[in-house]
């Protein structure tokens, strides 16, 4: 299947401070999605992008499709205690096709 | 109750055990899944199940053994599993088979098999 290497692989930051991570794939996908997942839980959508450079913000997250549409980009803001967990980006090649999953970003926040 | 519902959290299971996960969604979705979470590698698809049937098996061995009665319940049977089997079962749902908006996870099920 397509593999989807995300980066880097864990963060430990203070709190306050800003997070960036990314995700590459060999492949091109029209769909780009970040989910995150809390110890324990199952993984939350956070953000939805299915346009080639399209900026779209929740809050103090904001993701970018890649123009060459094989990457995109998470950033958070003035991270806190609660942005802990694992950020995992995921494509789609076209609709109808499985969504591929990325190894994940461990978050730590130290306060 | 709302989203997507998974039970039990936890289970621990000998080799020679049969147990079964149970997914409920409450969403109205029409497109059901299981995947396979374990430590350091990618979500891994096993099922799809689109309206009660199942339009996906991602060469799943046959211990593991998926039913579908209707459209908000989904179960993953399991039998003589192997210890590699342990790993974090999650289902999610979606209003159509691989929608391109994502999916709704549930808070997965914990399988460790002795």
């Known amino acids: 299947g397509q593999q989807l290497n995300q980066s880097p692989q864990s963060m430990f930051i203070q709190e306050g401070e800003d997070v960036s991570m990314n995700c590459t794939s060999s492949s091109i996908f029209n769909t780009w999605l970040w989910y995150k997942q809390d110890p324990g839980e199952g993984p939350v959508l956070l953000i939805a992008?299915?346009?080639?450079?399209e900026l779209t913000s929740n809050g103090r997250l904001t993701a970018q499709f890649g123009i060459t549409r094989k990457d995109s980009f998470l950033n958070i803001s003035a991270s806190i205690p609660s942005d802990v967990g694992i950020y995992f980006c995921a494509g789609q090649s076209n609709t109808g096709n499985q969504f591929y999953f990325g190894t994940g970003t461990s978050l730590t926040v130290i306060p | 109750e709302t989203g997507v519902t998974q039970t039990p959290r936890h289970l621990v299971m000998g080799m020679t055990n049969k147990k079964s996960l149970k997914c409920e969604q409450h969403l109205g979705h029409n497109a059901m899944y299981w995947y396979k979470q374990s430590a350091k590698k990618p979500l891994e698809l096993m099922f799809v199940y689109s309206l009660e049937e199942r339009v996906e098996n991602n060469s799943v061995p046959s211990r593991f053994s998926p039913e579908c009665p209707n459209s908000s319940h989904l179960f993953l049977h399991l039998h003589t599993l192997q210890p590699e089997d342990s790993a974090l079962y999650l289902c999610?749902?979606?209003?159509?088979?691989?929608?391109?908006?994502?999916?709704?996870f549930g808070s997965g099920t914990r399988l460790t098999v002795v």
């Open positions: 999610a749902s979606s209003q159509e088979a691989r929608a391109s908006y994502g999916y709704t």
């Open positions: 992008l299915y346009k080639a450079g």
